[in-house]
């Protein structure tokens, strides 16, 4: 049994984590934990509060005792935000926290998109489209190379939460270029794991969601690979060790 620890802020689409571990259909276990959010708004300043070392450090100490064997914090804007240098000192002072391998969802991202071979990605994010120039930023100081940024507005995780596979695959088409190797949509708040196959058939290529690359990269600070098609071709790639 390989298990795997996340802090998510607050409540939004935490449901597609259960999913997720049914859909790795092997000896996965995924355990969550909550964080505290704060305003929940998509303003840099509060993206920058939500993820604090002393909120994150409030939900490592249960994932220990679950004993988790890494921790991923399951927030694409609480990373970002910081820019790339201080995403890595928020990932460093919680791997010390947790005594465990730790990584958050903007690294995740940049590591799925080298793992599908994408090196030029396009970004449709529900964020105001100061914040998605952020991540494009971060993207790029990753390596990767960003073929359009699409910003949706929206207000925060809860209004996003509410979105149907409609609003996602509408979001995924704004946003697609015909340059793109791969589509990434980056918030945890959106509720991706149920539509990853139709997204990938809609626009024919990789496309990478929060919380699919959040567990994958859990799955890839622990060494592990399962092969799980339902979760898109980011966990289809070769060699294949399945449980």
């Given amino acids: ?70 921790v991923v914090w399951a927030c694409t804007s609480g990373g970002f935000v910081r820019g790339w240098d ?12 947790a005594g465990m391998p730790a990584s958050s969802t903007s690294f995740a991202f940049v590591h799925a998109a080298r ?31 960003v ?10 995780a809860a209004e996003v939460g509410a979105w ?11 946003a697609d270029s015909p340059d793109a190797q791969a589509v990434l949509l980056p918030s945890t708040a959106l509720h991706t794991a149920a539509c990853l196959p139709a997204l990938e058939k809609e626009l024919g290529k990789p496309v990478l969601t929060a919380n699919q690359v959040t567990v994958w990269e859990g799955l890839r600070l622990t060494d592990r690979r399962v092969h799980a098609p339902g979760l898109g071709a980011l966990f289809v790639r070769e060699p294949i060790v399945q449980a």
């Fill in 115 to 145: 793992e599908v071979g994408a090196a030029r990605v396009a970004v449709a994010a529900v964020y105001p489209q100061d914040v998605a120039a952020l991540f494009a930023d971060f993207l790029r100081e990753g390596g990767l190379e």
């Fill in 164 to 174: 149907g596979e409609a609003e996602v695959l509408a979001l995924a088409r704004a």
């Fill in 86 to 97: 201080g995403a890595q000192e928020q990932v460093r002072t919680l791997a010390t926290t």
């Fill in 147 to 156: 073929a359009g940024v699409h910003g949706g507005g929206t207000a925060g």
């Fill in 1 to 70: 049994m390989t298990a795997l620890g996340f802090l998510y802020p607050g409540h939004s689409a935490e449901d597609d984590y259960p999913r997720i571990e049914q859909l790795l259909g092997s000896d996965i276990r995924v355990d969550l934990v909550h964080t505290e959010v704060g305003e929940g708004a998509h303003g840099v300043d509060a993206l920058r509060g939500m993820g604090a070392p002393e909120r994150l450090a409030k939900g490592v100490e249960q994932l220990r005792l679950a004993g988790a064997e890494a």
